[in-house]
C-alpha cells in the first residue's frame, strides 16, 4: 500500500475526524458532504484507510453497528454517549435519529450549542 493516500481518501477521512464525540454520520452522508462520490465509495475508503481515524462514527443508514466490528463499535459509543435504542429483538442500534450529525456548526459541542433534536 502507497503510504501517500488518494485524494478523495484524504477528504473522506478528514469528514470522519471532523464528527464530534457521540455523533455519527452515513456513508451516504459523508459523500453529500463532500460533494463527490457515493455510499459505495465512502464505504470502500473506510474498509482500506478507516483505521486511523474515528471510523465507528461513519455508519451504515440503518443504524446496525458495522458487522464484525460490532463488539468494539458499541465500545466506543458507550463511552461517547452516543443515542442508542434496541430492536424488536433486543439487539443495539443507533438511535439515528439523535445521533445523526449533519456537519453544521452548534451540532458538534464546540460552541455550547447542541441542536434540541440531538439532545
Do not use: F, K
Not at 41 to 61: H, I, K, N, T
Request: no cysteine; aromatic share 6%; glycine share 14%.
Amino acid at each position: 500500500m502507497s503510504e501517500e493516500l488518494p485524494a478523495y481518501a484524504e477528504r473522506v477521512l478528514e469528514v470522519a475526524e471532523r464528527i464530534p464525540p457521540g455523533r455519527v454520520m452515513t456513508y451516504g452522508d459523508v459523500a453529500e458532504w463532500l460533494g463527490e462520490g457515493g455510499p459505495r465509495q465512502v464505504g470502500r475508503v473506510m474498509a482500506l484507510y478507516g483505521g486511523a481515524v474515528p471510523w465507528w462514527r461513519v455508519v451504515r443508514a440503518d443504524g446496525l453497528p458495522l458487522p464484525g466490528h460490532e463488539v468494539r463499535a458499541l465500545e466506543h459509543y458507550r463511552v461517547e454517549a452516543t443515542p442508542l435504542r434496541l430492536t424488536a429483538g433486543g439487539d443495539p442500534r443507533l438511535d439515528m435519529r439523535r445521533a445523526r450529525w449533519d456537519g453544521s456548526p452548534g451540532q458538534d459541542g464546540q460552541d455550547g450549542g447542541r441542536d434540541e433534536a440531538h439532545i
